[in-house]
């Protein structure tokens, strides 16, 4: 994987946004004064008629972007997960949500991985927050190209959506000009039948690696990559209890509420499978680099080949 492109999901959308200015007069963008960061600067270089920073205020961003939906325009907000999600929550829920608005909300620097910015910034719960949101979709994609694919999706979508993206490059796993994807299906990147590993965003491609030294040990994991959190690909997760017998899921993100959480919740309900999550348990994150933080965590390749062994074999 040491070969493999690198580039950060936020490029992607970036690159997305960009490209659906040019197709749709209707795409506005909001951003609360990191156009930097979450690569909308993009867009603003092509339609600054089009851009608008609301500065350091993301809950009236969330607003101003629930009243351009409300005279028909198809809305992007960014800002940083922490901010977008947990900042702006009321109204993302009251302005955006209750009234089923046409708003995307672009998350950028989600999870541990943002790093040096510490636990303020460190977004583990956006997840948790955004499904307990009637009507909203969640998603968190794997690579750039998956998230120029995501944005386009959500674009065509009505209604709101969130979308996490990263500040870390990540493997490209997909080819741009075949990739296909679809809200509310998950994919399987390896097949096998001793055990699942079901993950997103950035932790799919640790996940693949963990396949590899699985495969060494002689332990046969398929790999999903779930990047629709909500609504789930419920039938390829009932697929994979079925034929593999037990599942880990591995998210960047706290094991209250998210990836893990929406697995467990479809299983006991529907086929009782035994369920090992992976994600951040119920703490804060702290200031390092990002690396040395995932690896902490265990949010990484080792680990996760190490809690499915034991697992599939135990």
């Not at 009321?90 to 991985?113: C, D, F, M, T, W």
């Not at 399987?188 to 495969?215: K, S």
């Not at 332990?219 to 697929?239: F, G, Y």
């Amino acid at each position: 994987m040491a070969d493999t492109k690198k580039i950060a999901t936020r490029q992607g959308y970036g690159e997305a946004l960009r490209e659906l200015g040019a197709a749709h007069d209707n795409v506005i963008v909001f951003d609360a004064d990191l156009a930097g960061s979450t690569q909308t600067a993009m867009f603003a270089k092509a339609y600054p008629q089009r851009h608008i920073n609301c500065g350091i205020a993301e809950g009236n961003m969330m607003a101003a972007a629930a009243g351009a939906a409300a005279m028909g325009m198809v809305a992007f907000a960014s800002s940083f997960a922490m901010f977008a999600a947990g900042r702006a929550f009321e109204q993302v829920r009251n302005s955006i949500g209750y009234p089923r608005l046409n708003v995307k909300i672009g998350a950028s620097h989600g999870g541990i991985s943002v790093g040096e910015d510490g636990a303020s910034h460190q977004c583990l719960e956006d997840f948790a927050l955004m499904r307990s949101i009637p009507g909203m979709v969640v998603m968190s994609p794997a690579d750039a190209v998956e998230a120029k694919a995501m944005v386009r999706a959500a674009y065509e979508r009505q209604g709101p959506v969130y979308m996490r993206f990263g500040r870390s490059p990540v493997p490209v796993f997909h080819d741009e000009e075949t990739f296909r994807f679809e809200i509310g299906k998950g994919e399987v990147m390896r097949e096998g039948t001793d055990i699942a590993i079901i993950a997103n965003g950035l932790l799919v491609a640790e996940a693949v690696e963990a396949g590899r030294l699985l495969a060494e040990q002689g332990v046969s994991a398929r790999i999903i990559n779930m990047a629709t959190i909500k609504p789930l690909d419920e039938e390829l997760v009932l697929k994979a209890a079925r034929e593999c017998g037990k599942i880990v899921t591995c998210e960047e993100h706290s094991v209250i509420g998210g990836l893990g959480e929406a697995v467990c919740s479809l299983l006991s309900e529907t086929l009782p499978t035994p369920v090992k999550r992976i994600g951040t348990p119920d703490v804060f994150g702290h200031s390092g680099p990002a690396a040395a933080l995932l690896e902490e965590f265990g949010l990484c390749a080792a680990n996760i080949a190490q809690v499915a062994q034991a697992f599939a074999k135990g």
